[in-house]
């Protein structure tokens, strides 16, 4: 028997290595880009607030950053199964990026 947490992972697998992958890209590029938004965004802040602080993401960090945003919707509505998808999704994706980056030793 299969549980609901197995078929949830194997959907997230199949929309991260199928349609997400068709319509985004390779995700170290896609949040490559995203990275680079983000840091341009916060460097606006930063300079805007006067905090004189410098700001680097790396593509695994929008894996994070999105996780967060998804964990912040769960808490408004933790029955939405898209929310939980994406978690696994995006989990899976940073870890990617990371293991691209940072190869494990």
């Known amino acids: 028997m299969v549980t609901s947490r197995a078929k949830l992972l194997v959907e997230a697998s199949q929309l991260i ?39 680097f993401l790396d593509p695994h960090d929008v894996a994070v950053m999105m996780l967060l945003v ?21 989990a899976g994706c940073g870890w990617e990026c990371a293991e691209q980056m940072y190869p494990p030793s």
């Open 17 to 55: 290595d199928g349609d997400r992958n068709v319509q985004y890209g390779d995700p170290i590029d896609d949040f490559s880009l995203t990275a680079s938004m983000w840091e341009d965004y916060l460097r606006r802040i930063v300079i805007t607030r006067n905090t004189g602080g410098e700001v």
């Open 70 to 90: 998804k964990v912040s919707r769960l808490a408004q509505s933790p029955g939405k199964k898209d929310h939980w998808l994406d978690i696994a999704g995006y």
